[in-house]
């Protein structure tokens, strides 16, 4: 499901260069003289059936912008229905939403940037609830041992879908045209749905196959943790510190991810000189870094917790440290090395990589202090953290007029600021137990 969210979220920014007419952007395309060209794959004549918009600069910011729009309104009402009607019927309709609009896109392509923008924020929409309900399915069906390791794998299929869809969308806007990018990923959005309704279930109760000894496993282990609690506890959640923790690294860590995640195409075809094919394939590389330190992550942060007895809240603070100051440390790396361009995407790749590492860090300490509300706390962090998704990238390209070496280094100090001061926030003030709001009723008895 994940790795469908994400294919559906980040081709846009690759037909995009395809669906704007160039001698709009010639005015913009000033592609800075300060690295040579070095572009040694022969160019293909490739196809150029695709309708073409004479879109600026700024209204592509906009269209690329307008889904952060549509995904921060469902973040929170998100994790609120997930705890009420169940995470299985909203992350399936969600991305369900999500793949008829993006179907849609060469229509409101056609009808204009306007109607582009509105389709785009209703596709965020639909993707806002998603994460928060995966976040309350994996409340009742992951024993606390266990969390790492199954959160980190699906969430790694988001970093899985960048790597497939950058490329591939890059592939076939190369020999077919644009509209197929659309096609192809809203077809297969909706093949997924399919097999979700068909196999999936929100508890363990509820699992038409699943084995008794299983079930009783997954309950006892979870036991002590969920409340009986039917209301939300909002005053003690939203006065919780540790919950604020989550927030701030949270907000920090997306400012890195956002501002890479929708620039650097510009920065390897501006800078660097990348050309399209090779750039969505760089473009891809730290991504697939950050999917294989995923994985990898959710087995060492659960094997220390259950072989090496270190606590919960140690694993969370080290996963977090080190996942944060990492990439800061190698984004201004690579804003110094200048032209040297294979260091340049290494460093790049090195920083996005170490950043996956968060995945077992603060991404899922919500399931750590407070399961039972763990989809609704999520929604909170996640709307704090969708900002960098909005500003991040405006700021950088308000920083960058004239594309420079340096210009981009300022992006890049502002960037490694950020998450370093997120990362001491969260270990000073995280927490790694089950909090007393959410257990008991709101005056913290227990049952």
Known sequence: GFFVLYALRVNLSV????????????ADNRTSKECKEHSSLIKVPHNQTGKRYPWDAETQGWILGAFFYGYIITQIP??????????KLLLGYGILGTSLFTL????????????????????????GVTFPAMHAIWASWAPPLERSKLLSISYAGAQLGTVISLPLS????????????????????????????????????????????????IASSLKSQLS??????????????????????HFSYNWTFYTLLTLLPTYMKEILRFDVQENGFLSALPYFGSWFFMILSGQAA???????????????????????????????????????YSLAVAFLTISTALGGLCSSGFSINHLDIAPSYAGILLGITNTFATIPGMVGPVIAKALTPDDTIS??????????????????????????????WAVGDHLGHRH
């Open 78 to 87: 998100g994790g609120y229905f997930a705890s009420k009607v169940g995470g």
């Open 170 to 217: 890059g592939i076939i806007c190369y020999y077919m045209n644009w509209t197929y990018v659309f096609y192809f990923f809203g077809i297969l959005g909706i093949f997924w749905f399919i097999l979700w309704t068909w196999k999936v279930s929100d508890t363990p109760e509820m699992h038409k196959t699943i084995s008794s000894y299983e079930r009783d496993y």
């Open 104 to 127: 849609l896109t060469p229509i409101a392509s056609d009808l204009g940037a306007g109607a582009l923008i509105v389709l785009r924020a209703l596709e965020g929409l639909g993707e």
């Open 15 to 26: 037909a995009l260069v395809e669906m704007v007419d160039t001698n709009t952007t010639a």
């Open 407 to 436: 210009e981009w280094q300022t992006v890049f100090y502002i960037a490694a600021a950020i998450n370093i001061f997120g990362a001491i926030f969260f270990t000073l003030f995280a927490k790694g137990d089950v909090q007393a």
């Open 302 to 340: 659960d094997s220390l917790r259950t072989k090496g007895n270190f606590s919960t809240l140690c694993v969370r603070r080290t996963f977090t440290l080190v996942g944060m100051i990492g990439p800061a440390v190698f984004l201004v790396a690579a804003g110094f090395i200048g032209c040297n």
């Open 228 to 249: 009986s609690q039917k209301s939300v506890p909002w005053i003690p959640i939203l006065k919780s510190l540790p919950l604020w923790a989550i927030v701030v690294a």
